[in-house]
């Protein structure tokens, strides 16, 4: 049987798709516009038949039917890192957390610590060999797709065919459904003043000839905008964004100096605008591969000059930085943080930057604080933290005494709080 005679045989509306999911399955569902829309939507519709079946995503990015407190017995979600779609489920306590590393993800699958019988994906075109590419996120869903009872893929022409380890052939695939609806966007973050000075303080840090792993926001684009006076930066992050494509086509990026995938942009998951897929679809310099690749801080760390940025919640005046909740209530998760904070601490020349405004609610409250607040999830340890970034200046923590660190802590702290934060500081017999 040809290729195209076995796609056919493997075509399927969305609902019949979704009449493929058992009770008790685990769906391991893409990453942020790697979330299938019209399955998501079918097993939404279905979920009422169904029985303790989890959704298992990193982010999910809209809010279907199935996030319902009615239904959770039914379909329960369960983040690995929570969004505006998930966040409040899990506050609630009717949706899941589940603390990890990303990098950790795609082993914990194969591994079977996190269940995967069914994968929902978005994917490219079949290719003439057979294979569609899951390029807008192969995180961890290869390594679902290689475990699973059923792989079921929403198949659009808008969706990037990349290079990289994310391609599944028509072979390994259960159900397939179609669509042509434009994939979903984000436009740029808001970038004020406080956003705008902590990049400049970050990017007059970062060498010609670095690698970045740079995400989405206010913060790590005000970095991007700063950036295009350098040469010869290298990608290998875990989010390929419209910040970076913005380096790309000023020439800032070329790759040539990366020690690992020398000439190649690493990414593990897309998020952006129709530009940047178009610009990913096909195109050599960019590789697509999965979470354990990306983000594993030994093979990051390879590259010489890795500079990581990432950002925090709040920082204690040890250096703690609790980047993914709110007291004990979760807020967001640790996502890749933890991968390349180390990742670049192991780098030849590495930086890792935290970046935090100082304060929070209108100035009214220190970001930068004696202690975490009670029940804060621990994200980056006092033992891998490295530089700590507002927009009063940079605190280099690494090697440094307790008393050393609040005391540079406190120098990039809000004025208003300097005072308190020393009072503090000294009745801790830090200072």
Known sequence: MSFQALYQTKRMSAADAAQLIQNND????????????????????????????RVSQILALKKYGYFDPSTAKNVRHAAYFLGGASRAGAQEGWSDFVPCSFSDIPSMIRRKQTPSEVVFCMASPMDDKGYMSLGLSPDYCMAGASVARATLLEVNPHVPSTHGDCKIHISQVAGLTESSDPIIEVGAPKIGPVQEAIGKYVADLIPDGATLQIGYGGIPDAVVRQLTNKRDLGIHTEMLGDGILSLIEAGVVTNTRKNINTGKVLATFALGSKKLYDFMDKNPMIEMHPADVTNDPYLAGQNDNLHAINATLQVDLLGQCGSESLGYSPFSGTGGQADFVRAANRSNGGKAFIVVPSTAKSDTISRIVPVLSPGTFVTTSKNDVNYVVTEYGVAQLRGKSAKQRAEALIAIAHPNFRAELRAEASRMRLL
């Open 26 to 53: 685990t769906i391991v569902v893409g990453t942020a516009a790697g979330e299938p829309p019209s399955l998501l939507a079918a097993l939404s519709e279905r979920r009422r038949e169904l029985s303790d079946v």
